[in-house]
């Protein structure tokens, strides 16, 4: 039975989104479906946790929109993402960045990763 359901999660796993983790900045092109028309919208944040593995993989964005902060949570494989796009590599030590929910201003920053 587990092989069944493994063989139909590996069918839905993506493999053209690009490899990121927490702390770094991201793009993600949404498909967002408003009455017969069919649009992309842009949501910019940080990456503040990624959750699970496999097809059940998530991630949480966190930005802050006319100083409020909002938070999505994108299930990875799933076909409302269009594209991801990496606009910085965040340079952090932690797995989860829960403590960004605390800061305000220069603060809630991530500092960059330089190589």
């Known amino acids: 039975m587990n092989e069944i359901i493994r063989a139909i999660e590996q069918e839905q796993i993506r493999t053209d989104l690009p ?52 938070e999505r949570t994108f299930p990875i494989h799933a ?13 952090v030590r932690r797995a989860h960045l829960g403590y960004l929910r605390a800061r305000v201003g220069k603060a809630a920053k991530v500092r960059e990763l330089l190589r």
């Not at 076909?79 to 340079?91: C, L, N, Q, V």
């Open 19 to 70: 490899s990121f983790n927490v702390g770094d900045t991201v793009k993600v092109y949404v498909k967002i479906k408003e009455g017969a028309r069919e649009r992309v919208q842009m949501f910019e944040g940080t990456v503040i946790k990624k959750q699970n593995g496999g097809c059940r993989e998530t991630f949480t964005v966190r930005r802050i929109a006319l100083g409020t902060a909002v």
């Open 79 to 91: 076909p409302i993402i269009e594209k991801i796009e990496i606009s910085r590599k965040g340079r």
